[in-house]
């Protein structure tokens, strides 16, 4: 049973088409990974998806009850604690205090944020904590389903790892299912079900891979053979690394 | 909670603490003045103690605190109707494009005649009466409040306000919950300076409309030719200004502008 479903959408800019006629599915409990240079209309795609811009044509359809979106910065409130900013969605479904409070600690404790932490302000976190906290307000609504905006880009290396893992580890947990943005083929192999690879020239999905790997055996050399794998010899990803920023703009 | 009020207490020490500095600068004035004083002699400056004497004098009349309040009545009365106009319609007008084109050059104009030009239209329209000395408050500060106002809510962050969008606040939840708390950013400093305007403007109009307050008090003394008296009064709105200022409006600027105080990295000298 599919939770998402976009029917033919089609999206432009200043009449330069992004997406047309774009059709895909999310089954539960399945993460797709979007992968494509940038500029390829994939971020405008989760958008969409996510109700954020209103497509131009065709139809957005949900099933799921409850949605959390990570964003490429963490676009935390900066007037408000690392708790408070957690309890955000909470505070808009209408929560009382007590609760707000309650679910805020415990979704901190999912993405292992220190409880000294959550009293402090967005400033005073570092940048891996600011984005724990982002992942945290994702996760406090109890999501079934979770946009992903290439949420670990701005990140280093090893943060985005143990990101990556913390993000495997909650969805193996909790079981939602997600559309999950990115340049990095790498990580589209580590965390997701499903790739889709968007292509400018096509003007929306060019392709799907479903991951052969099962989620528990994708170590470094499983996930680095499937990607040089992806690379040399499956033609759908030729040009994935294709960055030509003026066709991009 | 012990926390929460040691917080409060450990601000008004560091606030009172940073008083010495103001008083090292009263001091550096006062000197200036008492060589003006001695320069120029009795009649053109009088001495800073001799006019530190007229204000306990004026201060020990009950007629002295009468005019005060008088004057701080109205004054506070055309700041709030220019805090709650500036806010209202500075929100209004910053969410839309349009009426920000059009606010501009309206802006202008209204900044652009002097005060004391509305005063002379307000005393042709209200008389000599509290309304008079209310317009030209108003006049005066709501299009600095009301610009700063508008400005900022154009300039919101867009980026958080998808991400309230992201998790299903509409229109209004994110006017509540993340444009008005960007504003105050803007809106606490504005509120400070038309504070300090609506007073002034106050008592020139009730100075030049004739209006019962500390404007009447300050043009008898100068009839008087009493130069000391006349200081007195300007040191007695001052330090009115400053009670509003201090008391009322920094308090909850520094309330809602805590997460400022926590970016200030340690061992920054204030």
């Known amino acids: 049973m599919s939770v998402l479903s976009l029917h033919n959408i089609s999206h432009a800019y200043f009449g330069r088409t992004v997406l047309d006629r774009v059709t895909l599915d999310v089954r539960e409990g399945e993460i797709v990974a979007l992968v494509g240079p940038s500029g390829c209309g994939k971020s405008t795609l989760i958008h969409i998806a996510a109700r954020l811009i209103e497509a131009q044509r065709g139809r957005v359809a949900s099933a799921y009850a409850r949605h959390g979106m990570i964003f490429q910065e963490p676009r935390l409130m900066p007037w408000a604690t690392a708790e408070d900013n957690i309890a955000y969605p909470l505070r808009l479904a209408g929560l009382g205090r007590h609760q707000r409070r309650a679910r805020a600690r415990h979704a901190a404790d999912v993405v292992s944020l220190d409880r000294s932490d959550l009293g402090k302000y967005p400033v005073e976190l570092s940048g891996g904590m600011r984005q724990r906290t982002a992942i945290a307000r994702a996760l406090v609504v109890e999501p079934d389903f979770v946009f992903f905006d290439e949420p670990f880009t701005a990140l280093d290396v090893a943060l985005k790892r143990q990101m990556q893992d913390l993000v495997i580890a909650a969805a193996r947990q909790a079981r939602f299912a997600g559309l999950f943005v990115t340049h990095d083929l790498a990580e589209a192999v580590r965390v997701s079900d499903r790739i889709l690879v968007i292509d400018e020239r096509v003007r929306g999905i060019a392709g799907e891979r479903f991951i052969a790997l099962p989620a528990g055996a994708r170590d470094d050399a499983a996930v680095f053979a499937t990607v040089q794998a992806y690379l040399k010899e499956d033609p759908l990803f030729a040009h994935i690394y294709d960055r030509d920023e003026r066709l991009a703009s | 909670m012990t926390r929460f009020l040691l917080d409060r207490v450990g601000r008004l020490g560091r606030f009172l603490w940073s008083g010495w500095v103001g008083v090292a600068g009263l001091a550096l004035f006062a000197a200036i003045w008492q060589q003006g004083h001695e320069a120029y002699g009795d009649f053109i400056l009088p001495s800073p103690l001799t006019t530190l004497q007229a204000t306990a004098e004026l201060l020990r009349a009950d007629e002295t605190w009468r005019l005060a309040q008088a004057t701080s009545a109205r004054a506070i009365q055309g700041f709030l109707l220019t805090a709650v106009l500036g806010a209202v319609l500075g929100i209004a007008v910053g969410y839309s494009a349009a009426a920000m084109r059009l606010a501009r050059p309206l802006l202008t104009i209204v900044m652009g005649v002097p005060p004391i030009a509305w005063i002379v239209l307000a005393m042709i329209w209200f008389g000599s009466s509290a309304g008079t000395v209310l317009t ?17 809510v154009a300039m919101r962050d867009r980026a958080l306000e998808d991400m309230a969008k992201a998790f299903g606040a509409g229109p209004f939840q994110r006017l509540r919950t993340i444009v008005i708390r960007h504003v105050t950013g803007q809106y606490f400093p504005a509120l400070a300076v038309a504070l300090g305007s609506t007073f002034k403007v106050a008592v020139m109009a009730e100075l030049l409309a004739n209006i019962d307050g500390i404007g009447v008090a300050l043009a008898m003394s100068r009839s008087n030719l009493d130069v000391a008296q ?22 909850v600027r520094a309330e809602l502008e805590r997460w400022r105080e926590a970016a200030r990295p340690w061992g920054v000298r204030r």
């Not at chain 2, 030209?136 to 900022?152: D, G, K, Q």
């Not at chain 2, 330090?239 to 201090?246: K, S």
């Open chain 2, 136 to 152: 030209t408050t108003v006049v005066a500060a709501f299009p600095l409040v009301f610009a700063n106002v508008a400005e900022a």
């Open chain 2, 230 to 251: 006349s200081i007195a009064w300007v040191v007695i709105i001052v330090a009115v200004i400053f009670v509003v200022e201090y008391g009322v409006v920094q308090p």
